[in-house]
């Protein structure tokens, strides 16, 4: 059975870079079938995707955020990772890490994670 | 980028009852590129519905989706109360990928 598992610290300081890392079992993430991406949700807000990445390493960023993110991948260690630098306020959130189809749904989800950007 | 609009914000539906849902896009989405998602307080959303109408095995049969070009709808009949729940449309046809700003369904 697939999971997804977030991991990282749970409070950055305003200007820092907030990295976090999904390991993923039960699947590999070299798969052809599927993306692996970040979507994060800000307190009492709504899902804001982040961006993905094929396990070739070919990404895809949201535009507001591209200038800030990389997420990249680990085959050796079945891990994708998320790093967003110059973070302020306005980047905590809850962070998901989730499988996607290629070209489709988001199916499966890890628990998700806390992060506070504050000093 | 194509912004998806749902309506209402939050709907106020009673036990046994049905809840209707919609999602508007501001440009044409092809219908394979279109889900639903549904998110419970504290728990990650779940996949509810694929490529428009396509319910994902173990999701009950209470559970509808419909709709093509800029029009989608979710409909859950006989409310239950693990329904209420904020609900999540989702556009992957065009990057930036989007979603929708929710739809809360409450008990009335």
């Known amino acids: 059975q697939l999971q997804l598992q977030e991991s990282g610290p749970g409070l950055v300081k305003p200007s820092e870079t907030l990295s976090l890392t999904c390991t993923v079992s039960?699947?590999?993430?070299?798969?052809?079938?599927?993306?692996w991406g970040w979507i994060r949700q800000p307190p009492l807000k709504g899902l804001e995707w982040i961006g993905n990445i094929y396990y070739t390493g070919t990404t895809d960023y949201s535009p507001p955020l591209r200038s800030r993110v990389t997420i990249s991948v680990d085959t050796s260690k079945n891990q994708f990772s998320l790093r967003l630098a110059s973070v302020t306020a306005a980047d905590t959130a809850l962070y998901f890490c989730a499988r996607q189809v290629v070209g489709g749904d988001y199916g499966d989800w890890g628990q998700g994670l806390l992060v506070t950007v504050s000093s | 980028e194509i912004v998806l609009t749902q309506s209402p914000g939050t709907l106020s539906v009673s036990p046994g009852e049905r809840a209707t849902l919609s999602c508007r896009a501001s440009q044409s989405i092809n219908s394979n590129y279109f889900a639903w998602y549904q998110q419970r307080p504290g728990q990650a959303p779940r996949l509810l519905i694929y490529?428009?109408?396509s319910r994902v095995p173990g999701i009950p049969d209470r559970f509808s989706g419909s709709g093509s070009g800029t029009n989608f709808t979710l409909s859950v009949s006989r409310l239950e109360p693990d329904d209420y729940a904020v609900y999540y449309c989702h556009q992957s046809w065009r990057s930036p990928q989007t979603f929708g700003q929710g739809t809360k369904v409450e008990i009335k």
């Open positions: 490529t428009a109408s």
């Open positions: 039960g699947d590999s993430i070299t798969s052809s079938s599927h993306y």
